[in-house]
């Protein structure tokens, strides 16, 4: 299937846009010592969720040849990266405001950095190898997956654990 200029990118905006909002919707009214409790043992609570989601937009500015835009969190990696495990707070997660603030000025930054690229740069190789370039072998097709499908994991896990945590639905 052949894109014409500029298609793909008005498409991943606006759905960046809808995720961005919808995390939003899912934190707002979740009270601050709340953030990292766990209904149950095996849910994600909300510190998590936000907090894996956050250092993805750096990866993806490095992707788009806009490294200067990076501001990594110290120890988000160490916390929040595919592989770690969600854990009890014992004091090791940051506060609901550093995490949140956090994952808008991110996303919010590398929207506005796709808003400005060429949109041949999203048909260039992935540049990271192995399975996720054997899942998305452009990064148009990484930097789709990132900001929806893998958005839409997380924050669906935060939707549960906000029926879990006896908090209403925000749709």
Not at 67 to 82: D, H, N, P
């Given at each position: 299937?052949?894109?014409?200029?500029?298609?793909?990118?008005?498409?991943?905006?606006?759905?960046?846009?809808?995720m961005v909002g919808y995390a939003k919707l899912l934190t707002?009214?979740?009270?601050?010592?709340?953030?990292?409790?766990?209904?149950?043992?095996?849910?994600?609570?909300?510190?998590?969720?936000?907090?894996?989601?956050?250092?993805?937009?750096?990866?993806?500015?490095?992707?788009?040849?806009?490294?200067?835009?990076?501001?990594?969190?110290?120890?988000?990696?160490?916390?929040?990266?595919?592989?770690?495990?969600?854990?009890?707070?014992?004091?090791?997660?940051?506060?609901?405001?550093?995490?949140?603030?956090?994952?808008?000025?991110?996303?919010?930054?590398?929207?506005?950095?796709?808003?400005?690229i060429d949109e041949s740069v999203l048909a260039q190789q992935?540049?990271?190898?192995?399975?996720?370039?054997?899942?998305?072998?452009?990064?148009?097709?990484?930097?789709?997956?990132?900001?929806?499908?893998?958005?839409?994991?997380?924050?669906?896990?935060?939707?549960?654990?906000?029926?879990?945590?006896?908090?209403?639905?925000?749709?």
């Amino acid at each position: 299937m052949t894109t014409t200029a500029g298609h793909t990118l008005e498409a991943i905006i606006p759905a960046a846009n809808l995720m961005v909002g919808y995390a939003k919707l899912l934190t707002d009214d979740i009270p601050a010592d709340r953030f990292c409790e766990l209904p149950h043992p095996t849910m994600n609570h909300p510190a998590f969720c936000i907090g894996h989601l956050s250092i993805y937009p750096d990866r993806m500015l490095d992707m788009i040849g806009r490294s200067e835009l990076r501001r990594e969190q110290k120890g988000f990696s160490e916390l929040f990266a595919a592989g770690v495990a969600c854990a009890p707070d014992t004091g090791q997660y940051p506060d609901k405001k550093t995490i949140c603030d956090y994952y808008h000025d991110r996303h919010t930054t590398l929207i506005a950095a796709l808003e400005g690229i060429d949109e041949s740069v999203l048909a260039q190789q992935n540049p990271v190898e192995g399975r996720f370039r054997d899942m998305a072998p452009t990064i148009g097709a990484a930097v789709v997956f990132l900001l929806t499908a893998h958005a839409g994991v997380h924050l669906g896990q935060l939707s549960a654990w906000r029926r879990a945590a006896n908090l209403p639905s925000v749709m």
